[in-house]
């Protein structure tokens, strides 16, 4: 079975730009959640997406935002760009998206804002 | 109260030692906790999760201790090799959080051959 894919795996934007991440979840999986990683701070929620529609959101300002496919597929947009966006966007699906079940992340999208 | 505190931030274990993380919780509504393996290059992968139900969960050479008075949980690798060495997250999760994972801040643990 093929793992999370995540799209592109290195990206360079400058200030005020924006960004579109993809994510490939494992085949079957319903469930797709975003997460932002920094040195330090961990693992930060963004949201979660269930058969099209966002479940859960995490407390990150409306410049991020996502949609999830009819196959699945998810997309994350960060608008207008920031220095402090700089950081690992990690995907991680699963079967139903609760947190009982196991999460299967991607490798990640480096995003480096200049 | 939806924090999750880990420590230490890095740890560095001679090989053949044992390996020891903590982390602290405040939400006792939570009932889940995991812990994430993270290599370099690579997003996170689970390693070995626990109920409130159970004081200890073994896997191999990996044991997760769970204090619920406390509100602590800890992860111990036995007989730590260098393979081991990566950073490793503790989360927890339960109905206050809405089933999403609460995450700690990681620790990078270095075993020296």
């Known amino acids: 079975k093929a793992g999370v894919t995540q799209t592109p795996r290195y990206l360079i934007k400058t200030r005020g730009q924006q960004v579109t991440l993809s994510c490939s979840p494992i085949?079957?999986?319903?469930?797709v959640s975003w997460y932002q990683q920094t040195p330090g701070q961990g693992l930060q929620f963004l949201f979660e997406?269930?058969?099209?529609?966002?479940?859960n959101k995490g407390n990150f300002p409306g410049r991020f935002s996502g949609r999830q496919f009819s196959n699945s597929r998810s997309e994350m947009n960060v608008s207008t760009l920031e220095l402090g966006d700089s950081a690992l966007y990690l995907c991680?699906?699963?079967?139903?998206?609760?947190?009982?079940?196991?999460?299967?992340f991607g490798p990640g999208t480096r995003l480096t804002v200049l | 109260q939806q924090q999750v505190k880990q420590s230490p931030q890095s740890l560095i274990v001679q090989k053949g030692g044992i390996s020891i993380i903590n982390c602290a919780y405040e939400?006792?509504?939570?009932?889940?906790f995991p812990w994430y393996q993270q290599f370099p290059g690579k997003g996170p992968a689970l390693l070995i999760a626990?109920?409130?139900d159970v004081s200890e969960k073994k896997e191999g050479r990996f044991t997760i201790s769970f204090n619920k008075s406390a509100k602590q949980f800890s992860l111990h690798i036995m007989d730590s090799q260098p393979g081991d060495s990566a950073t490793y997250f503790c989360?927890?999760?339960?109905?206050?959080?809405?089933?999403?994972?609460?995450w700690g801040a990681g620790t990078k643990l270095i075993i020296k051959p």
């Open positions: 991680a699906s699963s079967w139903s998206g609760s947190s009982y079940n196991e999460q299967f």
């Open positions: 085949s079957g999986h319903r469930s």
């Open positions: 997406y269930f058969s099209e529609t966002q479940r």
């Open positions: 939400n006792t509504a939570f009932d889940y």
């Open positions: 626990i109920r409130p």
């Open positions: 989360a927890a999760s339960g109905v206050d959080s809405n089933y999403q994972l609460i």
